[in-house]
């Protein structure tokens, strides 16, 4: 399908765009179903401006700030992601990007994770190069995150410390380098449904395997809080089906804000064509129990199977 045609479906009406979105996903992706666990390593301090960021030091937050956390911890967390039903942990950090010795710290820190929990290792780690990533995939780490955060188009009304085409070229970066790239964005920041969209083909293009769509959660302090609400658990069943039908084999992975946007529309969005779950937490803020999103999926698989 050619761009101009993807403009069509922002046109449908949203039972036509739903059958359609759960046609590609069950024809794409079968009854995949998949969890996955952040751990923020690294918080706060962050030099960049990104308008809805909790850890910017440009804004008063109250979010914490502190250094690597220790590798026990680390390692804790992710043996608890594991026996929670998470195929995948993924290691955060804030900040513009790792120093040197933070990479040689992580190599040695996903080694045992891979080692002593069995579990898959990605990691979000900002702009890092390739050489870097190489290190990285040598320890045993699979995937890497870096979202695009929304639309080329939207970006400089978002982010201005740094351009649309670094957040990308590290998409490449981790690509080169023989790693799965799990990239997104967050829906709900003032963009239009045209620029919706517009990340959507950009994703594409860049031949991602995973993408997360999160919600904006306004947070005290930071430039976005206070806006109206962007977006409806209309809208977001809307976006979702549209990312499922311009992206049909990735994972489409709901993740930040789904619990207060959705609620019950949550399986609805699952028939929209998403196929995953972020769980447990993100970043600054908590999830809901972990126990309520394992009985979904064993309800969701059941009516898929």
Known sequence: MKNKHYKEL??????????????AKRSHRQDSLSLCTIMNIKSGGCSEDCSFCAQSARYKTGAP??????????????????KSGASRFSLVASGKGPAKHEIEELAKVIER????????????????????????????????????????????RIVTTHTYEA????????KRA??????????????????????ALELRDADVDSVPLNFLIPIEG????????????????????????????AAIR?????????RDFLALAFYAGADGMMIGGYLTRRGRP??????FCKEIKKIWS
Do not use: W
């Open 65 to 82: 700030v502190y250094p690597m956390a220790p590798v026990d911890e680390i390692l804790k967390m992710a043996e608890e992601a594991r």
């Open 290 to 295: 972990v126990e309520e999103d394992q009985s």
């Open 222 to 249: 930071t430039p976005l809080y206070g806006m109206s609400p962007a977006v409806t658990p209309i809208d977001a069943i809307r976006t979702i089906a549209i990312f499922r039908l311009v992206l049909p084999d």
């Open 178 to 199: 023989g790693l799965e790239v799990c990239a997104g964005g967050i829906i709900g920041l003032g963009e239009s449904q045209e620029q919706r969209l517009e990340l």
């Open 167 to 174: 957040r990308l070229e590290t998409i490449f970066e981790a």
């Open 113 to 156: 994770i891979k080692k002593e929990t069995g579990i898959s290792v990605c990691a979000s780690l900002g702009i890092v190069k390739g050489r870097e990533l190489a290190v990285l995939k040598e320890a045993g780490l699979t995937r890497y995150h870096h979202n695009l955060e929304t639309s080329r188009s939207f970006f400089p």
């Open 254 to 262: 709901l993740a930040a804000g789904r619990e207060t946007l959705l």
């Open 10 to 23: 922002l046109e449908l009406k949203l039972e036509t765009l739903i059958e359609m979105a759960y046609r």
